[in-house]
T-cell receptor
Framework: SQQGEEDPQALSIQEGENATMNCSYKTSINNLQWYRQNSGRGLVHLILIRSNEREKHSGRLRVTLDTSKKSSSLLITASRAADTASYFCATVISYTGANSKLTFGKGITLSVRP | AAGVIQSPRHLIKEKRETATLKCYPIPRHDTVYWYQQGPGQDPQFLISFYEKMQSDKGSIPDRFSAQQFSDYHSELNMSSLELGDSALYFC???????????????FGNGTRLTVT
């Protein structure tokens, strides 16, 4: 993708372990969002972090944002087999227009082994 | 809660045929986005509409067109289909966040288009 690049591309962990996924982007952003996608299904919004925020939590999810490094990380704690999916970061660029589009990075495939 | 509805769920067409994909946004969402996702690829933005007007345009081929109707549903029309058009096509909707454009997108389950 042209904006967000995730690493690793694939991650395999044991149930109960933590999973950390990283994303980098290129331009100044308004906000960064993480989405989850089960195979062949629609994307589900997980969490949004604004450019003036550094860390955000939602349940077992923790997102950090470092605008100086243009990077973000998504931490899933105490992973479950049901967390197996592809995860995408997406950015909204700093832009004064209404309803700015999301630009997605390449997904990370997370496999959680029971 | 109501979600974004897309139809059809699957569509098989031959090369050079036309296809129409429909999207019904969540009630009171006035913005619709279309994305294309090839196999193993990230979603690519095609086009968006706000209040029935095109608000942004991405990598949408000239063979494709879209519109948003008075009831806010949207249709993506695809003509002269090519093998490379085979992909998942997602529609997403959002309400306009008048403060800072920070509304997350709500995605439908997509239409899987196969061109043979």
């Amino acid at each position: 993708s042209q904006q967000g690049e995730e690493d690793p591309q694939a991650l395999s962990i044991q149930e109960g372990e933590n999973a950390t996924m990283n994303c980098s982007y290129k331009t100044s952003i308004n906000n960064l969002q993480w989405y989850r996608q089960n195979s062949g299904r629609g994307l589900v919004h997980l969490i949004l972090i604004r450019s003036n925020e550094r860390e955000k939590h939602s349940g077992r999810l923790r997102v950090t944002l470092d605008t100086s490094k243009k990077s973000s990380s998504l931490l899933i704690t105490a992973s479950r087999a049901a967390d197996t999916a592809s995860y995408f970061c997406a950015t909204v660029i700093s832009y004064t227009g209404a309803n700015s589009k999301l630009t997605f990075g390449k997904g990370i495939t997370l496999s959680v082994r029971p | 809660a109501a979600g974004v509805i897309q139809s059809p769920r699957h569509l098989i067409k031959e090369k050079r045929e036309t296809a129409t994909l429909k999207c019904y946004p969540i009630p009171r969402h006035d913005t619709v986005y279309w994305y294309q996702q090839g196999p193993g690829q990230d979603p690519q933005f095609l086009i968006s509409f706000y209040e029935k007007m095109q608000s942004d345009k991405g990598s949408i081929p000239d063979r494709f067109s879209a519109q948003q109707f008075s009831d806010y549903h949207s249709e993506l029309n695809m003509s002269s289909l090519e093998l490379g058009d085979s992909a998942l096509y997602f529609c997403a909707s959002s309400p306009r966040d008048r403060s800072s454009y920070n509304s997350p997108l709500h995605f439908g389950n997509g239409t899987r288009l196969t061109v043979t």
